[in-house]
Each structure stands twice: as C-alpha cells, then as structure tokens.
C-alpha cells in the first residue's frame, strides 16, 4: 500500500469525501487565500489501477491537481514529486 499526498484547487468537501468512497483518506487541511481555496489530503491506495481510479474520480469533480508525491513506498527511498 502505498501513501500520496494530495493538494488540490478548490473545498474537496465532505459530500465530495464520500463521492470518493473506496478510498481510505485522510483531510488534513483547507485553506483560502483570499477567493484562491486549496484542500491537502492523504490517500492510501492498494495498486496503480485504484491510484488511476482516484485521479479520474478527481478529475470528474472538476477538482485542479496542484501537487501530487507519493510520501510512503516499500523501499524507504522517501517521497517523490509526480
């Protein structure tokens, strides 16, 4: 299982949390910045099929990647920028 750290444009609400049930996250943070809103979260995922999996649903909720790094892998190398 592998951990990525997400950050995206826009309030990934909890409704949006839910529509993107199978996934095991965690919400760290919202932030504004004046009208400029960001959402940092955490998700595990098994392999890369449920990794693309989540990217659609992302991409299906209009929601804008800003960063993208995995922050955990099997081989302890540490994270790496995607």
């Known amino acids: 299982m592998k951990i ?3 950050i995206v444009k826009g ?4 409704e949006y949390l839910e529509w993107l049930n199978g996934f095991e ?3 760290i943070e919202s932030q504004s910045f004046e009208e400029n809103k960001i959402t940092k979260f955490n998700v595990a995922v098994a392999d ?4 693309r999996g989540l990217l659609v649903n ?3 909720l209009n929601m804008e990647i800003i960063s993208f790094k995995e922050i955990s892998d099997p081989f302890g190398k540490g994270g790496k920028d995607v």
């Open 48 to 51: 890369q099929s449920q990794l």
């Open 58 to 60: 992302l991409f299906d």
């Open 11 to 14: 309030d990934l609400s909890k």
């Open 25 to 27: 996250l965690k919400k």
């Open 4 to 6: 990525y750290k997400l």
